[in-house]
């Protein structure tokens, strides 16, 4: 799934060929530009997702009560009434589970305001907009929006004995209770990564997530980057993965990128991620600072600055991109131009890598990167580089369970 995080990246999603590629967009996000969203997917006519973000409502809100979604989800989720003091906002598992771990009234409102949620605000945006034809082209017949499948309310586990873990589960089950018979609930299991190698607690977790009429999970490994993880922390990810694989559901990392991929045969169905960067996400950050102008190397499957792209492109006697986008960005100058050139240029090589991962199974892939790694060692004297390549022999190891 691509992540859709920003208006620029809208358009240059509309321009590109999206096979294979559902999207999946946060509530805060979209409570951002919901009208632009909408008819981007009213253009689009792709499979979505809405990450309905709650789990920002279980931390230190100071840093984000300023942001403009803050107080719209608030309201929409109906938190603002659960919480007495508005001025000292502090949402606790005892608002939402009672003393016997049991579903408060609170945690029941909550679920089917997140649900509502995502069954009606694409669809309703476009009504209203439809109905005084402001899309750019002209009016459009009536569409039928529901997402992919429904989110419930999830939150962040420190410990297999965080009372969060029990709100998520109560909050699943609710879930399962009220949706309809064509709707799908993937559940998300979100988890601090330390928790990952303590293999009991790691049972124990997957065994609550083993609920009657789930559909699926998306899974988010907290402070987990791929491709900066040792082998030991991804051996511990793909244990995860397999064992949670066993209840015979589709499984997507919320944040990941071509190891996530490589693991389909370990049980993982897909990973979302945005254009040219998001395949990991340390929860609770705020982000900021200005665009940084990535460029995917393809031979190297690994993104530089694209102020070094030459440099790196030389010193390891890589082959020139030749695409359409990087024909015109080599006589291109301004950045927004290129940030644009360098998104879709990366959207071309990674569906060209998905297509290759499905005709030929992740194993061929994964011999391909331990090719580079090879070729760009051999070439690389001082090891300048070796941050570009060097993951894909920890990647092999891991998957092929190998010192």
Not at 110 to 117: D, F, P, Q, S, T
Not at 126 to 146: M, Q, R, V
Not at 203 to 226: F, H, N, Q, R, S
């Amino acid at each position: 799934m691509i992540r859709v995080n920003i208006s620029r990246e809208m358009a240059w999603l509309e321009t590109s060929d999206l096979n294979n590629y559902d999207l999946i967009v946060s509530s805060h996000i979209l409570e951002g530009m919901t009208k632009r969203i909408t008819s981007m997917l009213t253009k689009l006519k792709k499979p979505y997702v809405i990450d309905p973000h709650t789990y920002v409502f279980a931390a230190d809100v100071e840093h984000i009560q300023e942001k403009r979604w803050f107080d719209k989800l608030l309201g929409i989720y109906g938190l603002d009434t659960m919480i007495e003091d508005p001025n000292n906002f502090e949402l606790s598992p005892s608002l939402l589970i009672d003393a016997d771990q049991q579903s408060t009234n609170n945690l029941k409102e909550l679920v089917e305001n997140v649900m509502n949620y995502q069954r009606t605000k694409i669809q309703d945006t476009y009504d209203d907009i439809n109905e005084f034809e402001e899309f750019d082209e002209e009016k459009t017949e009536n569409l039928n929006f529901k997402p992919k499948w429904i989110i419930p309310p999830y939150f962040f586990i420190n410990n297999v004995y965080d009372d969060w873990l029990t709100v998520n589960i109560n909050s699943i089950k609710l879930s399962i209770e009220n949706k309809t018979s064509t709707e799908k609930i993937f559940a998300v299991i979100m988890l601090d990564k330390e928790i990952l190698p303590h293999v009991n607690d790691i049972d124990t977790i997957i065994d609550k997530y083993d609920i009657e009429g789930i559909d699926g999970y998306m899974i988010w490994c907290a402070y987990l980057d791929e491709n900066s993880a040792k082998k030991r922390e991804l051996t511990y990810f793909q244990e995860f993965i397999k064992k949670l694989a066993k209840f015979g559901k589709p499984i997507h990392n919320m944040y990941g990128g071509l190891f996530s991929l490589l693991l389909n045969e370990k049980g993982m169905t897909g990973s979302s991620h945005s254009i040219c960067y998001g395949e990991h996400k340390i929860p609770f950050s705020t982000g900021g600072g200005g665009p940084t102008i990535r460029f995917y190397q393809p031979y190297l499957y690994s993104k530089v600055p694209l102020a070094r792209a030459k440099e790196v492109e030389n010193a390891l006697e890589l082959k020139k991109c030749t695409c359409n986008y990087c024909n015109i960005l080599k006589n291109e100058n301004t950045d927004g131009r290129r940030l644009e050139l360098t998104g879709k240029h990366f959207l071309s090589n990674r569906i060209s890598e998905l297509n290759l991962i499905n005709k030929n199974g992740p194993r061929e892939f994964l011999k391909k990167l331990i090719c580079v790694n090879q070729e760009a060692d051999k070439k690389d004297q001082t090891g300048a580089y070796a941050n570009l390549y060097e993951r894909f022999s920890v990647w092999d190891k891991t998957i092929n369970n190998s010192d």
